[in-house]
């Protein structure tokens, strides 16, 4: 096999300019894109002889540049927020109806949208963190305090009480389902809760509920908050996963009760989520099994989703909306949050004397309505900070720098 020295490779100069007319040849071939892209961007009769000539010498890139805009076009279409009118949300509405009723065994996706009534901004939305976030805007902090369940939340809580809906299953962090009311063993918060702090080093693990946002110095794969644990001393750390982490923790993300709750479910509604992260746990879904044996799918978002084609229905309207139509549906009253209920203050871990200013973020406000400057070191409610750490912060870009490496 052995070849004559010098027969088939090439010298030194001889590669170089090998080199250098690959170059040539693909830049020629860039500004031959650009030029049929200029042209094709003229109104057809506007077209002088030679552009016509260069289109259709250049059939193949002008072939390209269809398709670019195919696909752009999908995509825009993906992002746009779609209302169904108020007669076919009615419609709509009462077939969920049926199958809420008929359900031996509903459980409740939800994502970003069922909180951005309570003035919590979704990720993907036109107004969404992660678009803000994108066009070099900040978010502000101040919302997120005072926040407080929605309607959809506390109709959730509701279809729990009645025994209609077994399990919720939440990709938000913003500890909204559990300030509804909404038990513990009945809610998997899947990407953690930034109410709740733990020490991992105790065992079993020892839980802090705080009233304020415990995650402002953290971020991806950085979790301790910089507070101490009572009983043996050590960091505590948030709980929020961020894109690009496993979540281990046994609560309050609950997979065990997500994953049982998803293998005993007939009916799955799905509120205010892209799905664009939950498809991907693969449990939630039942995919292994046959098509006819899998839960039924009713997805509510005014953007696709990558379900929808799986989905029984889909319904394009705002949670707060579908879920109050679906009260009516059902008879029920629809049910108002009352701080006096809200368990997140029996549940909190008041902060020790030293720990009072080990955090800047607005106390959310107690539940006589009274806004006490003392336990609110941060304070100036009229001038929040921008969030900057935290639960959606820097982690969040992080995980969208990292997904642009890859793409
Ligand atoms: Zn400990």
Redesign the pocket.
């Known amino acids: 096999m052995a070849e004559e020295p010098g027969v088939g490779i090439p010298s030194r100069a001889e590669r170089k300019a090998s080199e250098k007319a690959k170059i040539l040849q693909r830049e020629s071939e860039r500004n031959i894109f650009k030029l049929v892209g200029r042209v094709l961007k003229k109104p057809e009769d506007e077209r002088t002889e030679e552009e016509a000539a260069i289109l259709l010498l250049h059939r193949d890139t002008v072939d390209e540049h269809c398709k670019r805009q195919v696909r752009r076009n999908v995509l825009k279409r993906k992002q746009e927020e779609v209302f169904d009118d108020a007669d076919e949300l009615k419609n709509k509405v009462r077939q969920l109806a049926v199958a809420v009723k008929q359900a031996n065994h509903l459980v409740v996706y939800t994502g970003a949208g069922i909180s951005t009534a309570a003035s919590i901004p979704d990720y993907r939305g036109p107004n969404g963190v992660w678009t803000q976030l994108q066009k070099g805007r900040t978010v502000s902090s101040s919302d997120l305090s005072k926040a407080k369940p929605t309607l959809t939340h506390m109709c959730i809580r509701m279809l729990h009480k009645q025994n209609m809906v077994k399990h919720v299953v939440s990709q938000n962090c913003d500890g909204l389902h559990l300030r509804s009311g909404l038990p513990r063993n009945a809610l998997s918060e899947l990407h953690g809760n930034m109410f709740i702090e733990v020490?991992t080093?105790?065992s079993p693990v020892?839980e802090y509920v705080r009233l304020f946002d415990v995650t402002e110095r953290t971020t991806l794969h950085r979790h301790g908050t910089g507070r101490r644990?009572?009983?043996?001393?050590?960091e505590l750390r948030d709980t929020i996963v961020h894109f690009g982490e496993r979540g281990t923790l046994e609560q309050p993300l609950n997979w065990k009760g997500a994953a049982e709750a998803a293998k005993m479910a007939d009916v799955i509604l799905c509120l205010g989520s892209s799905l664009k992260v939950l498809k991907k746990y693969a449990c939630l879904w039942c995919m292994n099994r046959p098509v006819g044996k899998r839960p039924k799918l009713y997805i509510v978002n005014l953007q696709w989703t990558p379900k929808d084609d799986l989905a029984v229905l889909k319904i394009h309207g705002k949670c707060d909306d579908v879920m109050s139509l679906l009260m009516k549906e059902l008879n029920f009253q629809i049910p108002v949050y009352d701080r006096m209920e809200d368990p997140i203050y029996s549940l909190a871990t008041p902060l020790r004397p030293e720990e009072v200013n080990s955090h800047t973020r607005e106390v959310i406000a107690p539940p006589d309505g009274r806004l006490d400057c003392s336990i609110n070191p941060g304070g100036q409610a009229e001038e929040a900070p921008a969030v900057e750490g935290g639960w959606f912060g820097r982690g969040y870009s992080k995980g969208r720098k990292k997904k642009k490496k890859t793409a």
């Open positions: 020490c080093f105790c020892k644990c009572d009983h043996c001393g050590s």
